[in-house]
Structure formats: C-alpha cells, structure tokens
C-alpha cells in the first residue's frame, strides 16, 4: 500500500510517499520511497504581515501541482496533507486552501498545535525503548514548537507553543512567551523519573548529522550548546560555507538549537535522541490506521 503525506510549515513543504507493508506478527512496515523538501518559507510573509502574498501563493500552487505529478508517478492511491502554524495564523488561508484544492485536487487541513504534537506521536519511537523511563518529544518548526511528554508508558500532556525559528529571526517572540514555556514545563515534569528527550526536525536532524554520531546514540545538552557556540559566533554565509548548509537551514538552524537546549534544560533532560521522524511520518502512520479502519468497513 503506498501512501503519502504532505506537510506544510512555515519554513518548508515536504512531501513524503511510503510504501506500506505487512511485516513478522502482521506489524506494518513503513518504508520511505520519496521524500522532497521545498523551502517555501511561508512564516516570512505570514509573521511579518499576517497573511500570505500572491508571490508565495504561486509558489505553494506550483509546489503542490509538482507533488501531485509525482503522487500520480508513484501510484499514490492515498494522500493526506497538513498545514501548521504560519497557515494557522493566516488570514487568508482558507482562500488559499480553496484555491489549491479547485486546481490540484488536494485538500489541505490546518491543524492546531495540539493536533500536530499528536501526528508527531503516532510515531510511537518511544514504544521501542524502557517503558519505565519517562520520554519529552520535541518537534521544532518555524512557527512553533510542539511537546508531547509520556512516562512509564502513559502520555502525561501535549502542549503546542508559539516560539519557533522564524519567530525568532523575526523578534516575534516576548520573554513572557519564553517564561510560560519555562513554567510549563517545569511544572509538568516535575517529579517524573529521568526524562529523555526524543527529537524531530530538520534542524535537530542537522545537527545529529554534522555531530557523526551513531544511529541510535542520543546527542548531549553539551554537544547542542557548543554547536549553538559555534554558530552563533558564524556569519549566515559562513555557516553556509563550513558547514555546506543550505541557506534556508543556515538561518533558522541558531534559534532552532536556543529552543532545544532550553526545553532540555527545563525539563532536566541530559540527552536527546534523533530518530529521524517528523510530521511527514506521523501523518502517514494516522493515515494507514484511516485507510485500514475504512477498508475494515467495506
């Protein structure tokens, strides 16, 4: 069964098709075919002037149209796609939306914060490792950054926040933003047992690159506080040009570590781990377990 997720944030689109199979025990198998990342940078227009321009309007209209080829390509029966916070926070998104939907046929869903730290969940990486321990996913996008906390095997909360690594660029984000963050979490992870963070994101899946870890390993506190050391003290060009990072990730990459080394450090985290998953995957797991119920039903 192949099937395909598209997401839409505020610093990229990605489309991601997997091909499903029945694995040992009947337990699916997902398998990555294709994955492909457009930098539409939507929280730039929307962050600054609260709606999207005609100039990125055509932009995700051609990036959808080529996702739709390819969908068509692959014999993609099934398609789900997302959109997160920089469309949560346009005025004209549903014009948009519409508009996309009459010319490619895709329907595109704005989810909340709370709906995106739940997509991201139905990973479910944390079921492979100590059920006695107590786990903090942390999803880092443009616009926001989504936390979902689980401990001996039971989710404690979900919770979306709108500090993200445009924001950031952007100077959109108050100390008392970065302060009920604190209290958040802080409060809600008090008294759990060692907390472990799992991580997911272009940026943080950037880092665990460069950083030449094993598959598998969990990056440091100390490791994600001298990479932000690092390129805090870089130019943009002279990131892009030692680390060989593409512009779009060059920028956003410094605010991006600021937010993990934060959350870590709130929740008394030493380690996280980078399992390379992210909104794409956690919508293609949510769809499988839609198209099964459905053809349970026929």
């Not at 997720?5 to 997997?18: K, Y």
């Not at 920089?86 to 010319?103: L, V």
């Not at 709108?162 to 952007?170: A, P, S, V, Y």
């Not at 008392?176 to 997911?200: C, L, P, R």
Request: aromatic letters at 10%.
């Amino acid at each position: 069964m192949r099937l395909a997720a598209i997401d839409i944030g505020s610093n990229a689109a990605r489309l991601l098709i997997s091909n499903v199979i029945t694995g040992p025990q009947m337990v699916p198998e997902f398998i990555k075919m294709v994955l492909v990342r457009v930098p539409l940078r939507l929280g730039f227009d929307v962050f600054d002037k609260g709606e999207i321009s005609e100039t990125k309007y055509e932009k995700i209209l051609k990036t959808i149209n080529s996702y739709r080829l390819l969908l068509d390509v692959y014999d993609v029966k099934y398609v789900k796609a997302c959109a997160t916070s920089a469309m949560r926070d346009a005025i004209n998104a549903k014009e948009i939306i519409e508009k996309i939907e009459a010319e490619t046929g895709i329907l595109i869903e704005v989810i909340s914060g709370e709906d995106e730290a739940s997509f991201i969940y139905e990973n479910h990486i944390a079921e492979n490792m100590d059920s006695g321990e107590s786990y903090l996913y942390i999803d880092v996008g443009g616009g926001s950054t989504e936390l979902t906390f689980f401990s001996d095997g039971q989710l404690v909360f979900k919770h979306s926040f709108n500090i993200g690594t445009i924001r950031l660029l952007k100077n959109q984000v108050t100390e008392a933003a970065w302060d009920e963050m604190k209290e958040f979490i802080k409060t809600k992870t008090k008294g759990y047992h060692h907390v472990t963070a799992i991580g997911s994101g272009g940026n943080i899946n950037k880092i665990f690159s460069l950083s030449k870890k094993k598959e598998g390993k969990p990056l440091t506190l100390d490791i994600l506080r001298d990479y932000y050391k690092e390129f805090s003290s870089l130019t943009l060009s002279q990131r892009i040009s030692l680390y060989k990072l593409r512009e779009d990730r060059a920028d956003v990459i410094v605010p991006a570590l600021l937010i993990y080394i934060n959350v870590l450090r709130w929740a008394e985290a030493e380690e996280i781990y980078v399992p390379k998953i992210g909104l794409a995957d956690g919508l293609i797991h949510s769809l499988y377990e839609e198209v099964k119920e459905k053809e349970m039903e026929v």
